[in-house]
């Protein structure tokens, strides 16, 4: 079985809701270099595993020795003290401990989700924003994504941290964002990018602000922007063309991987 590449804490709610037999794994204390660090959760039952503490030999002896307690009506909390050496198959060559807790109310209340990577207001919900989406939708983040036109956004459910919002005039919305979100500008109109960046740069909060384009779109906006009275050092803040230097092609796919990656490598400095 795959595991899910990570657990939310609405999932672990939905196994508790339908009474769903299953021990939360949690990483605890570690040394050296391990596959994830610590407060990595994994939830795992007799049948269904979500989220991933690595991947690897050790997760798979994990797997096998929660569904070993649960087979067994093994009830109590215990701790795996692992060494990653070769006799686990391994050669990270750290160590860490593994916590094994019942699914319970009381576990969940004392689980700590970790916060978001980034939290994004995503404007477009064309090609480009629909593969942003898909890049989007197992990392640990959450994503507003925006639209005039309702009927862009996918028929299919998305995951939990994903929320779609169809308004007009889309530039409006731009208010309900929180200070150091992300903005990802790609819509199907010039006219409305321009709008878009006006209200993000006016709100002077932005943690990120991306703009899709090249470097012509670039200079003509930073003309029209300078002009309803933004300053150099603001639109020097914002990141048009997007997407990680080096990285060549227009395939949504190819440019959804690249800038997510940049918000990722952003959000690390």
């Keep these: 079985m795959i595991a899910a590449p990570e657990l939310s804490l609405a999932t672990a709610e939905a196994w508790l809701a339908r009474g769903e037999a299953a021990l939360l794994l949690r990483v605890g204390a570690t040394r050296g270099s391990v596959p994830r660090e610590q407060g990595t959760t994994m939830l795992v039952s007799a049948s269904e595993v979500a989220g991933t503490i690595g991947g690897g030999h050790l997760e798979w002896q994990a797997i096998a020795r929660a569904r070993e307690a649960l087979a067994q009506g093994r009830a109590e909390p215990e701790v795996w003290?692992?060494?990653?050496?070769?006799?686990?198959?391994?050669?990270?060559?750290?160590?860490?401990?593994?916590?094994?807790?019942?699914?319970?109310?009381?576990?969940?209340?004392?689980?700590?989700?970790?916060?978001?990577?980034?939290?994004?207001?995503?404007?477009?919900?064309?090609?480009?924003?629909?593969?942003?989406?898909?890049?989007?939708?197992?990392?640990?983040?959450?994503?507003?994504?925006?639209?005039?036109?309702?009927?862009?956004?996918?028929?299919?459910?998305?995951?939990?941290?994903?929320?779609?919002?169809?308004?007009?005039?889309?530039?409006?919305?731009?208010?309900?964002?929180?200070?150091?979100?992300?903005?990802?500008?790609?819509?199907?109109s010039h006219a409305l990018d321009l709008a878009l960046a006006h209200a993000v740069l006016q709100?002077?909060?932005?943690?990120?602000?991306?703009?899709?384009?090249?470097?012509?779109?670039?200079?003509?906006?930073?003309?029209?922007?300078?002009?309803?009275?933004?300053?150099?050092?603001?639109?020097?803040?914002?990141?048009?063309?997007?997407?990680?230097?080096?990285?060549?092609?227009?395939?949504?796919g190819v440019i959804a991987a690249s800038v997510v990656a940049q918000m990722l490598l952003h959000r690390g400095t």
């Design 81 to 188: 003290s692992v060494s990653l050496g070769p006799s686990l198959g391994q050669c990270c060559g750290g160590a860490l401990s593994l916590h094994f807790e019942p699914l319970s109310t009381q576990s969940l209340a004392a689980w700590a989700s970790p916060p978001p990577r980034f939290r994004l207001q995503l404007y477009g919900a064309g090609h480009v924003g629909r593969a942003i989406v898909q890049a989007c939708a197992t990392l640990p983040c959450t994503v507003r994504w925006l639209d005039e036109r309702d009927a862009e956004f996918p028929a299919a459910p998305l995951p939990a941290h994903i929320h779609t919002v169809a308004a007009q005039p889309l530039e409006d919305e731009v208010a309900d964002a929180q200070p150091g979100d992300f903005h990802l500008i790609l819509t199907h």
């Design 203 to 252: 709100r002077g909060d932005a943690g990120w602000l991306g703009l899709i384009g090249s470097a012509t779109k670039r200079a003509r906006f930073e003309h029209r922007l300078a002009e309803r009275g933004h300053s150099p050092e603001a639109l020097a803040q914002m990141v048009c063309p997007i997407g990680l230097p080096g990285i060549s092609g227009k395939e949504p």
